[in-house]
């Protein structure tokens, strides 16, 4: 089950907003030229396919590596820094989009993550969510593994991601694909 907008992700200014396609949904999503985004988790070259839109891309790595850093060999001319999402290394109000793809649940302070990524969000700015749904059976079975095998991995149901961002004052949609994966988008207000 790898990530919906890293795989799929093309602009194509000829959708409508009502059409259905995940890809209609992502065109919501504007980015401009010298806007900061700040990619976290499973990017593959997602970084590479937004540099060609002129922004500026930071990556957020935390993964142990020693000697080969995958997330810059995909992504040339991307910024790679090493840190985690609990604890952003980052100035306030720094970026004007933060994508996170398949990396939330695996954070041991959700309420910390989202109080950093608003920290570093400019007003206006936007964050977007991707991960595994606990609506899925095949995701909850993962779910009790992990917590079975004692790690601090949390998922969340789409409806909880709603409450936590509202709770620092971003406001935001959730679709939901096939009840395996959901994105969220949210808008950081003043």
Sequence with gaps: MKSILYHDYEPNSDLTDTSDDITCFLDKIKYTIGNHILLVGDIGNLGNRLRTLGVSVTILEDTCYEDICYSLIRNVNCNVVKGNLEFLPFEDKYFDKVIILDHFN?????????????????????????????????????????????????????????????????????????????????????
């Design 106 to 190: 695996h954070t041991t302070n959700c309420e910390r993550v989202i109080s950093e990524i608003n920290r570093v969000l400019k007003v206006d700015g936007e964050v977007v969510l991707e991960d595994l749904n606990l609506k899925n059976i095949k995701v909850k079975l993962k779910n009790l593994k992990h917590r079975l095998c004692g790690e601090n991995i949390n998922y969340h149901y789409p409806n909880e991601i709603i409450d936590l961002f509202s709770k620092v004052n971003i406001k935001g949609i959730m679709k939901e694909i096939e009840n395996e994966r959901y994105i969220y988008i949210g808008k950081r207000n003043r």
